[in-house]
């Protein structure tokens, strides 16, 4: 938690639940990240928190935007970006999205299908597209499995279709999973779009870009790689597989630009336990997986919680959301422990929870209406 | 699809996704319970939907109503319910929420734990609360785990206390977990509830009033018993352990009211394959997980899918929705098939989607609005 954070949480007392996001951090994280990979173009994945005022800075900072739908594309326009700084990195669009996205003048697009394809020379003729590849993506904690990206097979017959269709195939690109804990996986996906990339070259493609996707992690309970490991990491696979002759690169960070920058803030609503000699208690919070917590689905995303009595005795906690669905429960196996003075109305920080939260709320899951958002 | 909601699709075509529900189903659904279980009194689960034009309905048909939060209460007096009409059945709930209720009119509560019940002696005095019991699960599409209830010593002890506090405790509750598809769970959950009822009464508690809770299934791909065979089973399971003494007895159903009210016309936004020869395709629709399908978690609530197709060729396919996560897949391992020339453009209904859908939709994951709504 920032010191601006913790200075709005005290001063302005906000109803829970709320996102409170300091747009500095946003700031620091993205130079951060340019530093660590100073020869790759940052797209911003503006899934991860498209409010405004992040949007904004980002504008100001010059970076580029990963949009998932037209929707994102808006959004960044709205912001003062220009159509040429946004990519449709959707693999999955409608064609008539790709039209009006075209015609706000995005240039750049996503594709990993025939079918795809075939959109994207009617409704962007001439654009600039690449085709996303299936890598692994051991080491994730929030994995993207096979939704998305095609075989390398499939990869190089449509790269030669895309420019016989007139578009302009000008890449590849490969996600590595989400919250990405190491370095390797880019490491192996690098190498094998090298690979595909000399294949396609001499096959007359003039393949120029390669697409890392995003992935970069944040600390939640536990530390993960620093930001300049990846891109060690990442610069030493290029240099191995690409020599001198490097590509354009882009990357595609969400996460690891404003996840760290927010803070969660709930009010516990109940304390209980299912016998008087049960040693687990049931914590309820205000905020729970429909509320936008999304990411526990599986206790994928394990969230670090501050409370008012942190250095008091503590035991072992099951941690809900407010709703009546069972599912709504956030922490049950991941060994959770909170001070046994814990109490209803006490207010709770959920640490590093400015990304993949606010849009994932439900408009109104149980009557509760989404948390507020604070850009400080 | 009732000839009401096909007929608005042809007539209006409207934007996708979307859901078009029958009121008047809603109303059949509603008579065809009271039939079944005709000493029960019904209250619709709101959080199934809470729509304006189904709980003004059902406020017509003299219908109760479970509500599970404040917001829910203020939906169902402003749709035309007296607050006196109103369960709070929500085991967690704030204080003031509680007090907000208690203004309102509200004058019967859930509860399962000690601080719960502490809340409701100082912001509901006086009023009726009823016990939620933990019991089994089996048989349930999508079961409601520990959650909610306690265990029976402790659901004793305190219902003795809520009496000594100033508070009216006049029952018990539990659920089987929804989409329960077995008569069985009920039986079971009586027996459990009658034993402890007689304890109470030999305490000298007053209880008077069992709450069933919901559960009742409708049909998804799969035929399920009908609501007869329930009120059969029911009525025979509290013959049998209460004799002719029997309690007021209170059902929840949510989704049995509206669930094959619905259903959602969707967009295919994509056909592809994996890799050329790859037998399966992708298909994705322009609603997924976090568009409202919530239910498709670990693909436990299974819809039916209609195409422009039906009857021709099919092969299998995996369903997933439009967003760039792939926790947002609907079906990979149900063994779904749909047509070959099912393509782009296309549209497709999601059959029995009335109940756990629209609230459940995220306000802009993606950046994709909530579906519509239309009632009809």
Redesign the interface.
């Known amino acids: 938690m920032t010191p601006k954070i913790a200075r709005f949480l005290r001063e302005s007392a906000p109803a829970t639940p709320c996102l409170v996001l300091d747009v500095d951090r946003v700031e620091e994280n993205y130079r951060r990240l340019q530093a660590a990979l100073p020869l790759a173009r940052i797209y911003y994945a503006?899934?991860a928190n498209?409010a405004a005022p992040i949007l904004e800075r980002l504008v100001r900072l010059g970076s580029f935007f990963d949009?998932?739908?037209?929707?994102?594309v808006e959004?960044c326009l709205a912001a003062g970006a220009r159509g040429a700084a946004v990519s449709y990195?959707?693999?999955?669009?409608?064609?008539r999205d790709i039209r009006a996205a075209f015609e706000r003048g995005v240039r750049l697009f996503a594709f990993?299908?025939?079918?795809?394809l075939a959109?994207l020379a009617r409704a962007a003729p001439g654009a600039q597209v690449y085709c996303r590849i299936?890598v692994g993506n051991e080491g994730a904690e929030?994995?993207?499995?096979?939704?998305?990206?095609?075989?390398v097979?499939?990869a190089r017959?449509l790269m030669l279709a895309a420019g016989e269709m007139g578009l302009d195939p000008v890449g590849l690109s490969f996600h590595v999973g989400s919250q990405q804990t190491t370095t390797a996986a880019y490491e192996a996906a690098i190498a094998r779009v090298a690979m595909l990339f000399t294949d396609l070259r001499e096959a007359g493609v003039k393949v120029r870009l390669v697409n890392l996707g995003g992935g970069f992690p944040v600390r939640y309970r536990e530390a993960v790689p620093e930001i300049e490991d990846f891109g060690t990491a990442i610069m030493g696979a290029l240099a191995e597989h690409f020599g001198n002759a490097l590509p354009e690169i882009i990357v595609e960070p969400g996460r690891f630009i404003v996840g760290d920058a927010g803070v969660v803030q709930s009010?516990v609503?109940?304390?209980?336990?299912?016998?008087?000699d049960?040693p687990v208690r049931?914590v309820?919070l205000?905020i729970g997986r429909?509320g936008g917590l999304?990411e526990t689905?599986g206790e994928a995303i394990k969230y670090a919680i501050r409370t008012p009595h942190d250095g008091t005795a503590e035991g072992p906690v099951t941690v809900?959301g407010?709703?009546?669905?069972?599912?709504?429960?956030l922490y049950e196996k991941s060994n959770v422990r909170l001070p046994l003075r814990l109490?209803?109305?006490d207010k709770v920080e959920l640490l590093a929870t400015g990304a993949y939260v606010?849009?994932?709320?439900?408009?109104?899951?149980?009557?509760?209406?989404?948390l507020a958002e604070h850009y400080v």
């Open positions: 503006v899934k498209p949009a998932a739908s037209f929707e994102e959004a990195g959707n693999t999955v669009k409608k064609e990993d299908s025939e079918e795809e959109k299936l929030w994995p993207l499995s096979r939704k998305f990206g095609c075989e097979g499939m017959e009010e609503v109940l304390v209980s336990r299912k016998a008087k049960d049931w309820y205000d429909f999304a689905e809900a407010p709703s009546c669905d069972s599912v709504d429960t109490a209803a109305g606010t849009t994932y709320a439900s408009q109104g899951f149980n009557g509760f209406r989404p």
